[in-house]
C-alpha cells in the first residue's frame, strides 16, 4: 500500500507539471503525500523546521530555465517567470515550495544554495516595497523568494515571516545536517573492532566484532559517566594513544546527554511559562520571553533529529490545515479508515493519532479545527455529525445508501435456528458489530440510518432492539412466513 500511496502521489505531481513551464517547475521535483505535504527523507535524518505561505517564486534571470530531465513535460507551455501563492517550506536539508492548489512541488537542494540574503523592503521609492529572500545556487542561478505575508496578507506580517525564513535557512546551512549520515559511515568505518574484525572471517570475525564493541561501549560509559578513579586514569591514557578518537566521542556523547537534559529542563520550564502567562491574562507592561524559548527548544530538537519540530507557532496560521493534512495522511496509510469500514469515531481517531505522535501530542481542539478545514481543502476525508450527535471521520466515497443495502442483506441471511421452520431472525447491534469489525456505537449509528432510509424496520422487546429487512422497500415477499396460527 506505501508503494501505491508513493505511485499515487508522482502521477498527480507529474500530471500537474505538464500544465506549466515556470521556475517551480524547473526546481527539483519533491515527492508529496495525496493531502500535500511533503515526504521527508526520514534514512537522512530530514526535520521541518518552518512553514510560510502566500509567497512567490521568480527568476529575473535572461531566458528561461531548463526543465528537469526526469520532466515529461516538455517546453511547450509558454514561460512564466513567477510563481504565485506558493507555500514555503525550509528543512534541515532544502528549501520546498509547493502549489497546493495543482499540488506541484519543487526543492533547492542546500548544498546547491551559495547565500541567502535579505532584500526589498519599504523605501523612499517604494514605501511598501515587497520583502524578498535572494537565493544565489549553483544550479539555477538567482531566484527570489517573495513574502506577502501569510493567509492574512498582512504587509507587516511580510517582514516577520521573510526574516524567520532566512534564519531557519542561515541555521540549516550554518548546521549542514546532510553530512550526519556521512560522517556517521566514517566514523563506523574507523571503528578499532571493525579493523581488527576484518583481519578474521566466518563466525570467529562476529564473535570478535562484538566482543571489542561491547568493550568500546562499556569504556565510554564508564569514562563519560564516571566509574572508578582507577579504570577512568587507565581508559583515558588509553584513547591518548588511539589519536584521541575515543576522546572525540565522549565529548560528543556528554554533549548529546548534556542537550537532552537541556531539551526537558527547557520544555518543563517552556509549560509552565504558558501556564503561568494564561492563568494570568496578559499581565500589563511584562515582557514575552516565550517565543525565544520556545526557538531555542525546537533547535534542539531539530539538533536530536526529532522530524516533529514544527509547533503552532513555527507553522504560523496554517498550523491546523497542516494537521489537517497530516492527519489525512495518516488514516490512508495502510488503509487504516478503509480496514474501519470508512468510517471512525473522534475518540478513536484521536487516541490513534496522538499514539503514533508520541510526545507531540495535539489537543481535542485543534483536532476539532482541522476537521472543520478539511471539506475545505478537498482532501477526500471529513467531518460528519449523526442525527443523535454523534460524530465521526468519513471518507467521502462512503455511501450511506451502499451501506444500508448491505445490513438489509445482513439481516435478511441471518437465521434462526431455534425455530422449527425457516423465519428471518434479523440483526442487533452485536450482531454488526462482530460482521463489519466496528464499534458499538457506529454499528447503532449505521443501523438507524439505515431505518430512516427506509432498509430495515426495527422490533422493540423486552429482549432489545432487533433490525429486520423493509419487504415494503423491495417488495420481495418470498421470505415472508407468517407463523402459524395456534
Known amino acids: 500500500s506505501q508503494i501505491h500511496f508513493l505511485r499515487s502521489t508522482s502521477a498527480m505531481a507529474t500530471k500537474s507539471r505538464t500544465q506549466r513551464w515556470s521556475p517551480l517547475t524547473c526546481l527539483t521535483p519533491a515527492s508529496l503525500s495525496p493531502s500535500g505535504l511533503i515526504i521527508l527523507e526520514s534514512n537522512d535524518g530530514e526535520v521541518e523546521t518552518l512553514v510560510r505561505t502566500n509567497v512567490e517564486l521568480r527568476y529575473y534571470g535572461s531566458g528561461a530555465l531548463s526543465l528537469p530531465t526526469t520532466s515529461s513535460a516538455g517546453k511547450s507551455a509558454p514561460w512564466n517567470a513567477r510563481d504565485l501563492d506558493l507555500s514555503c517550506y525550509v528543512t534541515t536539508h532544502r528549501i520546498v515550495l509547493i502549489d497546493e492548489k495543482d499540488v506541484v512541488g519543487g526543492s533547492i537542494p542546500l548544498p546547491l544554495v551559495q547565500t541567502a540574503q535579505p532584500a526589498g523592503g519599504p523605501s523612499f521609492r517604494s514605501p511598501k516595497g515587497s520583502y524578498k529572500l535572494e537565493l544565489s545556487t549553483h544550479a539555477w542561478g538567482e531566484l527570489t523568494i517573495v513574502f506577502r505575508g501569510g493567509e492574512t496578507n498582512s504587509y507587516s506580517q511580510s517582514a516577520k515571516h521573510r526574516d524567520d525564513a532566512l534564519d531557519a535557512i542561515r541555521r540549516s546551512l550554518k548546521r549542514k545536517a546532510w553530512q550526519d549520515k556521512e560522517r556517521q559511515a566514517m566514523k563506523e568505518a574507523l571503528r578499532p573492532s571493525r579493523a581488527i574484525a576484518s583481519r578474521k572471517v566466518g563466525v570467529d570475525a562476529i564473535l570478535t566484532q562484538n566482543a571489542l564493541r561491547h568493550r568500546e561501549n562499556a569504556n565510554l560509559a564508564d569514562v563519560a559517566f564516571g566509574g572508578s578513579n582507577e579504570r577512568g586514569a587507565k581508559s583515558t591514557s588509553v584513547m591518548r594513544k588511539d589519536k584521541g578518537s575515543k576522546k572525540e566521542d565522549i565529548d560528543s556523547f556528554l554533549g548529546e546527554a548534556t542537550e537532552l537534559i537541556k531539551v526537558i529542563q527547557k520544555y518543563s520550564a517552556t509549560i509552565e511559562r504558558q501556564r503561568a502567562v494564561t492563568a494570568t491574562a496578559s499581565s500589563a507592561g511584562r515582557g514575552d520571553t516565550s517565543g525565544k524559548d520556545t526557538a531555542k527548544l525546537v533547535g534542539m530538537m531539530e539538533n536530536m533529529g526529532m522530524t516533529s519540530a514544527l509547533s503552532q507557532k513555527q507553522s504560523g496560521s496554517v ?39 508520541g510526545t507531540n501530542m495535539v489537543s481535542p481542539e485543534d483536532l476539532l479545527k482541522a476537521l472543520d478545514l478539511m471539506k475545505e481543502l478537498n482532501l477526500g476525508i471529513s467531518k460528519r455529525s449523526f442525527s443523535s450527535g454523534v460524530m465521526v471521520i468519513q471518507d467521502d466515497a462512503f455511501d450511506d445508501e451502499i451501506m444500508a443495502k448491505k445490513l438489509a442483506d445482513l439481516a435478511s441471511s441471518s437465521d434462526n435456528t431455534g425455530l422449527t421452520e425457516a423465519a428471518i431472525a434479523g440483526i442487533t447491534v452485536m450482531d454488526v458489530c462482530r460482521s463489519l469489525k466496528t464499534s458499538a456505537l457506529l454499528a447503532n449509528e449505521q443501523l438507524l440510518s439505515a431505518e430512516q432510509m427506509g432498509w430495515l424496520c426495527r422490533d422493540s422487546t423486552i429482549e432489545g432492539v432487533r433490525f429486520f429487512p423493509n419487504l415494503f422497500k423491495t417488495a420481495d415477499f418470498s421470505s415472508f412466513r407468517p407463523s402459524p396460527v395456534r
Not at 497530516?326 to 475518540?347: E, S, Y
Open 319 to 357: 498550523y491546523h490545515k497542516q494537521l489537517a493534512r497530516q492527519l489525512v495522511d495518516f488514516l490512508r496509510q495502510n488503509d487504516k479508515l478503509t480496514k474501519a469500514g470508512g468510517m471512525m469515531t473522534l475518540t478513536d481517531a484521536y487516541c490513534l493519532f496522538n499514539r503514533a505522535r
